[in-house]
């Protein structure tokens, strides 16, 4: 964990290149809290976003852990720096029943090239946390 | 590859379990061809689907991989058995630019209580595809 | 994580379980410790297990992050039960210098059929310890 | 997949590396044979490669088809470029059983700093091959 970013504005600039994502308005995912190296993102959860059990689709935890890994890793880096996903691999532990899921990404090794990152995401009902998913994953730079 | 199906209606009900993913039908994605232990899903690229870049979003790619994966592995499964993802892990291989993307998922061995599947993903543009993403994943039967 | 071993033999069953894995003991590693969920694995480094770099192989660290996590898994299940490895990914961070390898595996998470485990492996020099690589992966109980 | 190599030498160069690789060596793998973005390693099955329930550790199995696939990906690089293994996932399909293992690794897409494999691993008792693993993973340039 690197926990010196290079860029002292790393927080806006991560809050806007959430902004610009589609995807996560489409989905309804707001960015919970931003630090160096480590992003959480929360999503509530809606009738759309379920699969064939009524739980939450794997597809949205995926995406969640996607971009709180992403930014987690973008955090650290320069100011113009871009981000994009290499291969993230998920790991489903339980059904993902509750009002929401949220997903904390964390650096688990910042190079120079390539940011290694992990993620778990939790369901959250009734104010309890229960760890529905964890991933591991490599993130590449685009120099700005 | 397993190309013998317990059950000679593995299409239609592959196609129920599909119209039950309500998260599909949010991302817009169809169910575009069912064959024994090979599924493949389109899902037409609308703005509501990009990342920060403006192309498709990762997470659509790993949604339909995911659900062509699947699928291909329930096809070959007894009429009432139910299929959850294990893990999934996808490599990214290009940027998701074009009309359409395509996942072809693929029955890699299919066991008595877990399934291996692959499923690529590729994006069409103008009648061409371009591969853009490739998983490798576990899918685990639950007895009906 | 569930602490609570249903075997209270556990680490009696997970070292004979280690001495009979000839591979461990080719590769030279040893059973560092044991704990309810948690297992470490040693291995003292050599030329015979470098790469091309003279750096040890990640065959090395992967092995003994499989064993590590497996062995983890082992130790939470029933006095008869086995387990085999579904699927081991593993996330390389820096080049593995050193006198020794460690491999520390963890439980995630314990199902009925399925673990989850994660692993760390870590570079010993000079008493330091680096971490070299993280590990993540499925493992299944075969039932005694 | 691209089968045109920027280093016409590129197969004795691979032999070159692949005899630097000490643990090769020490599993006693060796190179089967070398095309442009294709690569697979032998490796004769000894009890000292087995796990507890005596067919050859997954260690063993992981180990040449790292290689394999790192080979692959080298072989359409520029002459003075090595390989490091960023991540390699593998799904093990079945029981190692047989007299040898055989690695297959093949590029999957050769980018200019990260190069997406696959490898499939088979036993072969007596003449007839087993499909035993498949793996996904993404190698990185070290340009030379």
Redesign the interface.
């Known amino acids: 964990m690197s926990p010196d970013p290079r860029d002292p504005g790393y927080a806006d600039r991560v809050r806007a ?2 902004d ?8 309804g995912a707001e960015l919970a809290s931003i630090a160096a190296g480590a992003v959480e993102i929360r999503l509530p959860v809606r ?7 009524g739980h ?5 935890a ?2 969640i852990a ?2 709180a890994a992403g930014f987690a890793a973008q955090s650290l880096m320069a100011a113009g720096d ?1 981000v ?11 059904p993902a029943r509750g009002e929401a899921l949220v997903a904390r990404g964390a650096v ?2 910042a190079g120079r ?2 940011t ?1 990152c ?1 993620a778990d995401v939790f369901a959250v009902s009734d104010g309890t946390e229960t ?1 529905v998913a ?1 991933a ?3 993130f ?1 730079r685009v120099p700005g």
Chains 1, 2, 3, 4 share one sequence.
């Open positions: 290149e959430f610009k994502q589609g995807f996560m308005a489409f989905l009738p759309e976003l379920s699969q064939q059990h939450a689709h794997a597809g949205a995926w995406a996607d971009s871009g994009v996903t290499v291969e993230l691999k998920i790991n489903l532990l339980a688990v090794r090239t390539l290694i992990r760890a964890t591991l994953g490599t590449m």
